[in-house]
């Protein structure tokens, strides 16, 4: 079977940061506005009192000091609570086409090829701007690519999920090369007024070029071993907001339409099914867990990647086999795991194996080999 591999990645991060500190100090002032005004209903028990949040508290449940956002005043403002992303005409590209074309040029540059070389773009992202146009099909156009182009959306493993579609795709002749990219603006869906999850996601965009090894030219080649892909439904992370909400207007507004979830079930739920299917995986291709130079896992929390990687090795993990961007970047859902080995591969020398793997609603979880070339 022809072989397939990564020669190229790329990165977009907004310019602006947001430190735990600063986002504290925004939820806490809407608290105390919240229940100064709503004190005699909470006197009552009618309401609960909102409970104010700390950085302690945010980097204890999650491993998270910072994130980057697309627009920090409006998520700041105690009144609003909502990045501000103006609406844009038609006629010009969207938000997502525009971070998508910077992680995408930086992919193509250390791929060393260019948009005529590549013959697909996918799109797999959690939270997409739109239904349609795809914006696959819009960063196509933007880049002056040629071919093919769609969206898809399996949350958080969307990255993962992908790299398998794009390598079929090469390895069954419809495309010399993929370039696979993870827009999310996972600000836009994020209750900033819920003390449990207020913190919890950042924005970036990731981009991967596949393409058939027989023609790669790049320095920074990762041989697609192996992917393995599992689903296993679960309501235990949701959005509800979608197309269909403008039918019953008594839900519009409501807070499942944005992102909730029950954290500790899904901590309970997720850990085992990552560390079995990614066991099992590398098992299956012969390949000993010990031997595994680099773990570049979904970035969601710290907590759940040490007990992933503890439950593989059977101890904690060096930094340097199992990397953290979460710390800065917080949960940037399908972009988290691409920008982990995006910013530690370099180091490693030919032969060295490594595990990207991400996972999340659905449940969702891919695992992908990768042999440095």
């Known amino acids: 079977m022809k072989k397939v591999v990564i020669s190229g990645t790329g990165l977009f991060t907004p310019a602006q940061s947001i430190s735990n500190d600063e986002l504290v100090e925004a939820?806490?002032?809407w608290a105390q506005q919240f229940n100064a005004e709503h004190a005699a209903e909470i006197a009552s028990g009618a309401i609960e009192a909102q409970p104010e949040s700390s950085s302690a508290f945010i980097e204890k449940a999650?491993?998270?000091?910072?994130?980057?956002v697309i627009d920090k005043a409006g998520i700041l403002d105690p009144q609003r609570m909502v990045p501000h992303i103006p609406e844009r005409s038609n006629d010009e590209w969207g938000i997502l086409c525009e971070m998508a074309m910077v992680a995408a040029k930086e992919a193509l540059q250390r791929a060393g090829r260019t948009a005529a070389d590549i013959d697909g773009v996918i799109v797999a992202c959690s939270n997409l701007q739109?239904?349609?146009p795809a914006i696959a099909i819009e960063v196509q156009a933007a880049l002056g690519i040629e071919g093919f182009a769609y969206d898809m959306n399996v949350a958080c493993s969307s990255a993962t999920f992908g790299i398998q579609a794009a390598t079929n795709a090469i390895q069954s002749?419809?495309?010399?090369?993929?370039l696979m990219v993870n827009p999310e603006i996972c600000t836009g869906h994020l209750n900033f007024r819920d003390r449990d999850s207020?913190?919890?996601?950042?924005d970036a965009c990731t981009a991967v070029i596949l393409e058939a090894a027989e023609q790669a030219v790049s320095k920074h080649q990762f041989e697609v071993v192996s992917t393995k892909l599992l689903t296993q439904f679960s309501n235990n992370?949701?959005?509800?907001f979608g197309y269909l909400n403008r039918c019953a207007e008594d839900g519009i507004g409501a807070p499942d339409k944005l992102f909730v979830q029950e954290g500790r079930k899904v901590f309970r739920d997720v850990c085992p099914m990552v560390a079995s299917l990614i066991a099992e995986h590398l098992a299956s291709n012969q390949i000993d867990v010990q031997s595994v130079q680099r773990f570049w896992l979904h970035q969601a929390n710290l907590n759940m990647n040490l007990l992933i990687t503890r439950k593989l090795l059977g101890r904690d993990a060096t930094a340097s086999e199992?990397?953290?961007i979460l710390d800065t970047y917080a949960n940037t859902s399908s972009a988290g795991s691409v920008i982990a080995l995006h910013l530690h591969q370099d180091d490693l020398a030919s032969g060295a194996i490594g595990v990207l793997s991400s996972f999340g609603a659905g449940y969702s979880i891919g695992s992908v080999i990768l042999r440095k070339c």
């Open 198 to 202: 207020h913190f919890i996601f950042g």
């Open 237 to 240: 992370i949701r959005n509800n």
């Open 62 to 68: 999650s491993g998270i000091k910072s994130r980057f």
């Open 130 to 132: 739109r239904a349609y």
């Open 173 to 178: 002749g419809q495309a010399r090369a993929i």
């Open 27 to 29: 939820f806490n002032t």
């Open 322 to 324: 199992a990397p953290v």
